[in-house]
């Protein structure tokens, strides 16, 4: 997350919507990449999910028909707000989504909504297992369904015991689910011996393996035991898109947080930390797709440096009583993955 300020000069964050020393009304321009100053006279106007509910900061051009930013377009299905407490995990559920939307949008990957695009387009169903229990977090032909109740704290928590995660976020899901549609939309009609698809099988094997029957083994059985030599979590070696997704979803946070450190000036070149050197194998694209050492070398620096910030996050984390901030490990085949998600995010890229 970048920095952001007032044109009073004063700090702002992603989710501000007035500004604590001139107490103007703010928000963010999702076009420019700015927050701005929403006065009667601007060219911009807030979104309605903002004005009506207080879950919303994005703005508008106020010229717009639209009364809903591009974001909050993208819902197809809201929770029930008649009940306080909907209104307050739904708000949460948008923070996490507008934060995927943002990234997404920054490193040039065009988000039309599904009313728009109904082929590639995307949409949300944020829907509470309270009034739906069938309901399940996943996507499906460009809409991402998330369970309500993840925004409850204790539930997402008791979940992250009951599979054993080390992590559990909200913006996790988003995250993940986010690889799902981005595949369907950028791999899936490429034709079998495509480059894109072959070094994708060659990176996390054959995506046409059968999908259920390798969750049914994953959940009745687990993870093998050597799974962190290869993968990212232990969900992502339950099947080839599961580890695509796993390892996007890292990608994502290591793209942010990055972004928001140095955006702090927080810099590896400032910290007493020696670099973390990873092997130079570790940048390689699979064969098939063209890259250069320039590439490569680049890809490897920025890995390092997020390594070395997250060893400096985790022992401020410590510092604080708190478990790890960031409770993973990139070894070599994890980091080749992480290349190709590198590549693959600039190739969608407008």
């Not at 989504?97 to 387009?121: D, F, V």
Request: overall charge neutral; hydrophobic content about 40%; charged content about 20%.
């Amino acid at each position: 997350m970048q920095r952001f300020t007032c044109d009073c000069g004063n700090v702002l964050f992603f989710g501000s919507s007035r500004c604590l020393k001139c107490s103007s009304d703010v928000g963010y321009d999702p076009q420019c990449g700015v927050m701005l100053r929403v006065r009667p006279d601007s060219a911009m106007k807030r979104c309605d999910n903002g004005v009506k509910h207080s879950v919303c900061n994005w703005l508008l051009p106020a010229s717009a028909t639209a009364t809903l930013c591009i974001a909050c377009r993208m819902n197809r299905t809201i929770p029930d707000l008649s009940t306080p407490r909907n209104r307050m995990l739904w708000a949460r559920m948008e923070m996490a989504k507008r934060r995927l939307i943002y990234t997404l949008l920054r490193i040039g990957i065009t988000l039309p909504s599904k009313k728009e695009n109904p082929r590639t387009g995307l949409a949300f169903d944020i829907v509470s297992t309270l009034s739906n229990p069938s309901v399940t977090t996943g996507h499906l032909n460009g809409v991402i369904t998330v369970n309500l109740e993840e925004a409850d704290d204790s539930y997402r928590q008791f979940n992250q015991q009951q599979l054993g995660e080390n992590s559990r976020t909200l913006l996790g899901h988003f995250r993940h689910e986010s690889a799902h549609y981005l595949w369907q939309r950028h791999l899936s009609e490429l034709p079998w011996d495509d480059p894109q698809r072959l070094a994708f099988r060659e990176r996390f094997g054959d995506e046409w393996l059968d999908y259920s029957a390798a969750l049914t083994r994953h959940y009745e059985k687990g993870a093998p035991p050597d799974w962190t030599q290869n993968y990212i979590t232990a969900y992502a070696a339950s099947h080839p898109w599961e580890d695509w997704a796993e390892t996007w979803a890292h990608y994502l946070q290591i793209l942010d947080g990055l972004e928001t450190c140095e955006g702090l000036g927080i810099h590896v070149k400032h910290l007493a930390l020696p670099l973390v050197m990873l092997p130079v194998e570790s940048g390689f694209l699979p064969t098939m797709l063209m890259s250069t050492t320039a590439e490569d070398g680049e890809f490897l620096a920025w890995l390092q440096r997020w390594m070395c910030l997250s060893t400096v996050l985790n022992e401020i984390s410590h510092s604080l009583g708190e478990q790890a901030l960031y409770p993973f490990v990139i070894p070599v085949p994890v980091a080749q993955k992480l290349r190709l998600a590198r590549h693959f995010a600039k190739a969608w890229s407008t």
